[in-house]
C-alpha cells in the first residue's frame, strides 16, 4: 500500500491520478454512509468506518455510480480540535471510471474497450 503524507504529497497524488475538468473538479461526489465512530476521550483518539459510493455525471455521461467501498479514519484531539490523521479506503466495486482516473484513460488508448451496445 503506498502512503501519502503532507499536503503537497497528497495534492500531487491527486493531480497526477484524476482527470480534472474545465471546472476545476473531476465531477465526481463521494457520497458516505453508514460511519461507525469510536472515541478514547483518555488517549485524544478517534476512529471512524464507513462506506463510500463515488457518483460521476459529465453533460455526455448521465449521473451514475463508478465505484464503491469504505473509508477507515483516524483522527487526534490536536489544540483543542479533533484533526485527521488518517484515511485508508478500499475499494471494492469499480464500474467505468475510464472517465475519471487518468491511468484507465491512458490504457484505453492502447487497449480500446468495446462499445456497449444498447
Given at each position: 500500500m503506498t502512503r501519502y503524507s503532507r499536503r503537497e504529497a497528497i495534492e500531487?497524488?491527486?493531480h497526477d491520478t484524476l482527470i480534472v475538468y474545465a471546472d476545476g473538479t473531476p465531477?465526481?461526489?463521494h457520497v458516505t454512509?453508514?460511519?461507525?465512530?469510536e472515541v478514547d476521550e483518555q488517549a485524544g483518539t478517534a476512529v471512524s468506518r464507513s462506506y463510500v459510493t463515488?457518483?460521476?455525471a459529465l453533460p455526455d455521461l448521465p449521473l451514475q455510480p463508478i465505484a464503491g467501498g469504505r473509508y477507515h479514519d483516524r483522527f487526534e484531539w490536536r489544540d483543542g480540535q479533533w484533526r485527521f490523521v488518517e484515511r485508508r479506503v478500499r475499494i471494492n466495486l469499480v464500474g467505468d471510471v475510464s472517465r475519471h482516473l487518468?491511468?484507465?484513460a491512458e490504457q484505453r488508448k492502447f487497449f480500446p474497450v468495446p462499445?456497449?451496445?444498447t
Open positions: 500531487e497524488m491527486f465531477r465526481t461526489q454512509t453508514k460511519f461507525a465512530v463515488v457518483l460521476q487518468r491511468q484507465v462499445a456497449r451496445v
